[in-house]
């Protein structure tokens, strides 16, 4: 099955959060979305650039080629600042709970 690469999962995950993302009413089900397609951004960019029998580029011998270890870095980074709007996503859901009593993105009670 050499069709189904990082690539192609992230691709998929990212599609499957914007669908959710679009069709969901629910608050939680919309940030649960979200963090789907941050970790189809996640996985389709550090699988980018993966070649097999690359090495890490820090004490490198021969003629193998190195790994590029600035997605990496730059994931990492990407996944501590998903992390804090995930958070405060979830403190704003609780805050909108408490002051109007409902879980959906419409203000009518009736729906």
């Known amino acids: 099955m050499d069709f189904i690469t990082g690539e192609i999962v992230g691709i998929l995950l990212f599609f499957i ?14 940030i649960m979305s979200m ?18 029998g ?7 011998q021969g003629d193998a080629p190195f790994v590029d270890p ?23 859901f609780m805050h909108y709970k408490q002051k109007h009593g409902i879980t959906h993105w419409s203000r009518n009670r009736n729906q």
């Open 35 to 52: 963090s789907i397609m941050e970790s189809g951004i996640y996985l389709f960019y550090v699988t980018i650039n993966y070649a097999p």
């Open 70 to 92: 600035v997605p990496s870095a730059l994931m990492i980074t990407a996944i501590v600042i998903g992390i804090g709007v995930t958070a405060i996503g979830l403190t704003m």
């Open 17 to 30: 959060g914007l669908y959710g993302l679009m069709t969901k009413k629910s608050i939680i089900k919309t």
């Open 54 to 60: 690359s090495v890490p580029p820090i004490g490198q």
